[in-house]
């Protein structure tokens, strides 16, 4: 099974929105409520900042929200901070042969 | 307060077989509901879903590495362990443990996670 597809990069300005894609399949993203989306650091474990599409746990900012349309999940990351510099990963339940998770490669967000 | 300790050998020889240890604390994994899982990401590259194991026993695992691991739990202990047999380097990644969310029904992501250990496969 392939991972889901996430453009390799995004970037924006501070105050600006930005929006991440994960484009998956009817058997994953498209199929299922339970696409979530992780926040890394270089060197830090992921953290959890969306979970079944678009729900925040609690003490995620509200600048953070999840979408999705047919088989693409969106991240959408509203006034942009420098803090939010990091790479971005969309995973999603799967049923596709087994029943397990996949990731998508990962997005890099800058803010320039 | 949850956390998660991952603990094992920092380098290990292709074919040898890699144990990696999670400890935890903060939850139970014999309450319905909980789960530990393993995820790996390669240095520079993507996460992926290694195995969950769930509070009543049931275990899931990527179908790509089914084959080469093992997740068990120890209740008494708080420890969740993960076997992956035939370590090739391209198996070097950091592995990290996880706890499952635990929600309305089913959930398939982790809201807690330890800090990772990275483990080289290397002659």
């Known amino acids: 099974q392939s991972a889901l597809t996430q453009p390799a990069s995004v970037s924006g300005s501070p105050g600006q929105s930005i929006t991440i894609s994960c484009t998956g399949t009817s058997s994953d993203v498209g199929g299922y409520n339970y696409v979530s989306w992780y926040q890394q650091y270089p060197g830090k474990a992921p953290k959890l900042m969306i979970y079944?599409?678009?729900n925040r746990p609690s003490g995620v900012s509200n600048r953070f929200s999840g979408s999705k349309s047919g088989n693409t999940a969106s991240l959408t990351i509203s006034g942009l901070q420098a803090e939010d510099e990091a790479d971005y990963y969309c995973?999603?339940?799967?049923?596709?042969?087994?029943?397990?998770?996949?990731f998508g490669g990962g997005t890099k967000l800058t803010v320039l | 307060q949850i956390t998660l300790k991952e603990s094992g050998p920092t380098l290990v020889k292709p074919t040898q077989t890699l144990t990696l240890t999670c400890t935890f604390s903060g939850f139970s994994i014999s309450i319905s509901g909980v789960g530990v899982g393993w995820i790996r990401q390669p240095p520079g590259k993507a996460l992926e879903w290694l195995a969950l194991?769930?509070?009543?026993?049931?275990?899931r695992y990527s179908p790509s590495l089914k084959s080469r691991l093992t997740i068990t739990k120890d209740t008494s202990k708080n420890q969740v362990v993960l076997r992956m047999t035939n370590m090739d380097p391209v198996d070097t990644a950091t592995y990290y443990c996880?706890?499952?969310?635990?929600?309305?029904?089913?959930?398939?992501?982790?809201?807690?996670w330890g800090q990772g250990t990275l483990v080289t496969v290397s002659s």
């Open positions: 996880a706890h499952r969310r635990v929600g309305i029904g089913s959930s398939w992501d982790f809201d807690y």
């Open positions: 194991i769930y509070w009543d026993d049931d275990k």
């Open positions: 995973s999603s339940y799967t049923s596709s042969g087994s029943l397990y998770v996949l």
């Open positions: 079944e599409v678009s």
